[in-house]
């Protein structure tokens, strides 16, 4: 069976900082991963995902994450924090034909002025 | 706009009453699926369908029934409520990425 680990529930990074959140995953067989983002009160958001080609994947507003076999990881990063980046960002793992997406628990963001 | 559509947005239940939480995508997705969210739990998926017809359970499918008559829609129903079932409910399809609607907040009193 998949599984996800975010580590770290809650990340408090300053404006303009690094953003590094930890995702670390368990699978059988070649993944697909996935970030998340959710606003308050809102459904969910794709930033980006690995679909077994380039290991160094980009997403949406600057946010990257690359995935390492080796240590079973895909974590998220940013080179500079913005206050909208506030949000909770979700780590997924799917199975290789993109169905029984299943989720990590979750890591709160906050950025400080 | 194309996309998922749930309804309703917010719902109370007594404990033991029945409902319908309804989900219907126009993007002509076979691929459909339900999930609920609790507080550090992250998405737990409860059901999902490869296409009319074709249900399967995910992680936390007892208290919830599905079916899938058309491609469009996925309804989930809560045959006899209870408390553990308070959550905030999404649906979601899949082309080539995962389209989640703005989910359903329930609350079972």
């Known amino acids: 069976a998949q599984s996800v680990t975010q580590l770290g529930s809650h990340v408090s990074v300053s404006e303009g900082a690094l953003v590094l959140l930890r995702c670390n995953y368990s699978?059988?067989?070649?993944?697909?991963l996935f970030w998340y983002v959710q606003y308050p009160n809102q459904g969910l958001q794709l930033l980006l995902k690995?679909?077994?080609?380039?290991?160094l994947v980009k997403g949406i507003n600057d946010f990257e994450a690359e995935f390492k076999k080796s240590e079973t990881s895909f974590h998220l990063t940013k080179p500079s924090a913005h206050m909208s980046d506030a949000a909770e960002y979700f780590c997924?793992?799917?199975?290789?034909?993109?169905?029984?997406?299943?989720f990590g628990a979750g890591t709160i963001l906050r950025v400080k002025s | 706009n194309a996309g998922v559509t749930q309804t309703p947005k917010f719902q109370v239940l007594k404990t033991g009453q029945s409902m319908t939480l309804q989900c219907a995508q126009d993007?002509?997705?076979?691929?459909m699926s339900w999930y609920r969210q609790d507080p550090g739990m992250g998405l737990r998926l409860i059901h999902y369908?490869?296409?009319?017809?074709?249900?399967d359970q995910g992680e936390v499918p007892n208290g919830y029934n599905v079916s899938r008559s058309t491609t469009e829609d996925f309804p989930l129903r809560l045959l006899s409520a209870a408390p553990s079932q308070t959550s905030v409910y999404f649906c979601?399809?899949?082309?080539?990425?995962?389209?989640f609607g703005s989910g359903t907040r329930l609350t079972v009193v």
């Open positions: 979601a399809s899949r082309g080539i990425d995962y389209t």
């Open positions: 699978s059988s067989v070649p993944p697909y």
């Open positions: 997924a793992v799917s199975e290789s034909n993109g169905n029984k997406l299943v």
């Open positions: 690995y679909t077994s080609a380039a290991t």
């Open positions: 993007m002509n997705h076979e691929y």
């Open positions: 369908s490869v296409g009319a017809g074709i249900t």
